[in-house]
């Protein structure tokens, strides 16, 4: 089972991809571009520790 401190952090990170993915979808491109990085990196991130 996952430490509570690893467990926050995956939360975390879950909502800021979810978060992130809601604003791409209700504000227009350019306003959420400097979004799209770090939701990339993110979504990597929780695949990569899925598996």
């Not at 978060?19 to 979808?25: E, K």
């Not at 959420?32 to 939701?39: D, S, W």
């Amino acid at each position: 089972m996952a430490d509570p401190a690893e467990a926050i952090s995956v939360l975390v990170v879950v909502e800021f991809v979810v978060m992130a993915a809601v604003l791409l979808v209700l504000v227009p491109f350019e306003a959420a571009a400097p979004v799209l990085p770090l939701l990339l990196f993110f979504a990597v991130v929780l695949h990569l520790y899925r598996y």
